[in-house]
């Protein structure tokens, strides 16, 4: 199976070099590229890429916007791109809005080659990319001071989870991996995928990405509190 991927940047020699890496692997392909925010919700609408490779800063409709745009436009049951947002770290009072936009996770513009590959593959896949450090040092800086980081999940919304399973969304919000979490919680790796299916579905989040917000919105882990 091939992965088909656009890339977003308004810097098109970024863009040349993104190509270059991935085009050079033998299941992934570049479908596009746009060089701004309102360029790649055409481009996603027409291309239906499996992953959009997303800058954030760019002008007109950024990439946080614009993430929310391609999110917003898949109709039900229909394909859906996951967002691959990339950073640099004076912009990462950003990341939180984007992964509120939509976004399936995030790198860092310096990230190595093979992690950027490894990264597309593990988001077209259906998983999230939530790096532990970064993830963690991020949402715990900048999680208080964004305009909806206060917003509280109604009670009945994580009311549906069983005891095991909010123990389950914490160590998610950790950013621990489900080895890692079985390993916590002396259980098997099927044991675990089922839980955190089981917490997705009765939250109505997409993914893992969108658990680790929730949990930081819903109080359940707050900033400073992740070693």
Known sequence: MTIRVLLVDD????????????????????????????????????????????????????????????????????????????????????????????????????????ELVQAIRVVAAGDAIVAPSVTR?????????????????????????????LEVLRLIARGMSNAEIAAELVVSETTVKTHVGNVLTKLALRDRVQAVVLAYETGLITPGTIP
């Open 11 to 114: 810097q098109p020699l970024l863009r040349t070099g993104f190509r270059l890496i991935l085009e050079a692997e033998p299941d992934l392909t570049v479908v596009g590229e746009a060089g701004n925010g309102s360029t790649a919700q055409d481009q996603s609408r027409a291309l239906l890429p499996d992953v959009v490779l997303m800058d954030i800063r760019m002008p007109g409709v950024d990439g946080i916007e614009a993430t929310r745009r391609i999110v917003r436009d898949a109709a039900p049951g229909a394909h859906v791109p996951r967002v691959l947002v990339l950073t640099t770290f004076d912009l990462d009072e950003y990341i939180v809005e984007a992964l509120r936009a939509g976004a399936s996770g995030f790198l860092l513009k310096d990230v190595p080659p093979d």
């Open 137 to 165: 040092r991020l949402l715990d800086k900048f999680a208080s001071r964004l305009p909806s980081a206060h917003q509280q999940a109604t009670p009945a919304r994580v009311n549906r989870l069983t005891e095991r399973e």
